[in-house]
């Protein structure tokens, strides 16, 4: 089953995220002079190989690291130029990241992970969204006591439950089975259309990518438009 898209973004949307010049190298050059707009209901997707530097772009834009060129605009804010604090404000209320791998807190429960992140944000639980990613019976057990599956969709429920307006996914689904992370993105994507947000999405799979309103591929340090 297609994963459902949007039915076209106006070019008159609100601008969420701006990306102008960016470059970064490591050993090596990894990207240099990328530009990149997403406006508000915006789905984007980028896909390369390993090494390309997809999830060091993702950091770069989701305030993790400082380019070594360029700037970066997330809801009218040159976050760069930001005070530690007020990067730390957007963190908390305004993005969420979802890591390949999950991150949770392994001595707690599964609620008391998604707890912690609805404190933080000062929202409340989403018990609709545990249903929506078939979690609820679980949430009771410890981490540990979870399969991979089921851990990475409580991490997906702790980044959503703080009802984020900028999502940035790297490759949120590397671990699920084909119908889960249908589902999951599913559940990412009606996320975003509720909240008028965008998702910064960095995958392998060409067919989730294909869902997006855009597909970029970064290759031979340059972000080049697919579709």
Partial sequence: MPLSTTAGVS????????????????DY?????IDLTIRENEKVAVIGVSGSGKSTLLHILATLLKPQHGRVELLGSDVYTLTPKQQ???RRYEI?????????????????NVEIATLLS???????????????????QRVTELSGGQQQRVSIARVLSKNPRLIFADEPTGNLDDETAHTVMETVFEHIEKVEGALFL?????????????VYRLEHARLERVR
């Fill in 96 to 112: 969420g990241i979802i890591f390949q791998f999950h991150y949770l807190f392994k001595g707690m429960s599964a609620a008391e």
């Fill in 88 to 90: 730390l404000a957007i």
């Fill in 122 to 140: 000062e929202t409340e639980p989403d018990e609709a969204l545990l249903r929506r990613l078939g979690i609820e019976s679980v949430m009771h």
């Fill in 11 to 26: 070019p008159d949307a609100p601008v969420l995220l701006r990306a102008e010049k960016l470059s970064h190298a490591f």
């Fill in 202 to 214: 960095v995958t392998h799979d060409e067919r989730i990518a294909d869902s997006c309103d855009r």
């Fill in 29 to 33: 050059p990894l990207f240099e002079n």
